[in-house]
């Protein structure tokens, strides 16, 4: 029989997994969040997004204190109002990922410093249709993201980039980048979307801050439940002491997973408090 009493830490994904549909937060999932910090439990967003694309009924909801962003880059601690921990992608290797990108068609958005950040001349609906920039991508990044004149000279400029996101005209130019930067030994490169990869640090990564980020806390690993949809998941549900994918996941997050629960247009806090811990 399950132990529901161990459980003490939840670490979520948003888009597809706690986020519905309508890209929100459901009142089933707020209240759920309420009751697991009432018993003792720690509900943390964990997310490809950065700080400032967090939604704000999270950033708001005093049962949130900590979001793990940037695909684990950062760890913001809401209460002290500053990040916790960090994996910044040093200048060389930032160098290298754009070299690396450099010949091919692409769009391209910087996380740093908790912020978002895009090129102005590169988001036309012309360029953005070029680079399979979906839908909600573009929303999150008109409502959110800080446009810069010159990202080569920004990028060189900053000493705090968490995380690149770039978007793919051609899906083996795709592939082709995504190979340099895992056979590089430094870095991981994830998807979220099928047309994107996401480059951190390898010393980031949902899964190796969700590790630390538990000792952080003095919880151990398994203690901790994870849920999530999709490829830049795959590290946080292996590391978590119970990982769940949802209904709507890839088919190699639900062959990793521990147990596939409800999709996301279910409340997937609501499921987890339910079935799992209360």
């Known amino acids: 029989m399950e132990d529901k009493r161990k459980y003490k830490l939840v670490a979520s994904d948003l888009d597809g997994t706690l986020l519905g549909k309508d890209k929100r937060v459901s009142k089933e999932n707020l209240q759920a969040i309420k009751e697991m910090r009432e018993l003792g439990v720690e ?14 009924e999270l950033l708001v909801d ?31 290797t930032v160098e290298f990922i754009m070299n690396t990108v450099k010949p091919y068609n692409t769009y391209t958005l910087v996380h740093e410093s908790g912020m978002n950040h895009f090129e102005p001349k590169q988001h036309t609906p012309a360029h953005l249709d070029r680079c ?10 008109e409502e959110s993201a800080t446009g810069v004149d010159d990202m080569d000279a920004f990028l060189k400029k900053s000493k705090a980039i968490e995380m690149i996101c770039i978007f793919f005209e051609d899906h083996d130019a795709l592939e082709a980048c995504k190979h340099t930067f895992i056979e590089s030994g ?31 806390l003095c919880v151990d690993i398994s203690g901790v439940i994870a849920v999530g949809d999709s490829d830049n998941d795959v590290t946080l549900i ?14 190699e997050l639900k062959a990793l997973a521990d147990k596939v629960i409800c999709d996301n247009s279910a409340h997937c806090a609501k499921y987890i408090l339910e079935n799992f811990i209360k």
Not at 43 to 50: H, K
Not at 132 to 141: L, Q
């Open 62 to 92: 005093p049962a949130v204190r900590y979001f793990i962003t940037s695909d684990g880059a950062a760890v913001w601690d809401k209460e002290q109002g500053k990040m916790i921990l960090a994996h910044y992608i040093p200048a060389e």
């Open 238 to 251: 292996k590391t978590a002491g119970l990982g769940l994918a949802m209904k709507n996941a890839s088919d």
């Open 43 to 56: 509900f943390v967003p964990t997310t490809g997004r950065t700080l400032s694309e967090m939604p704000k």
């Open 132 to 141: 399979n920039v979906g839908r909600s991508f573009r929303d999150i990044v």
């Open 186 to 216: 430094k870095l991981c490169a994830v998807q979220s979307d099928e047309n994107n990869i996401e480059v951190f640090m390898s010393s980031a990564g949902k899964g190796n801050t969700l590790a630390a980020f538990a000792k952080m």
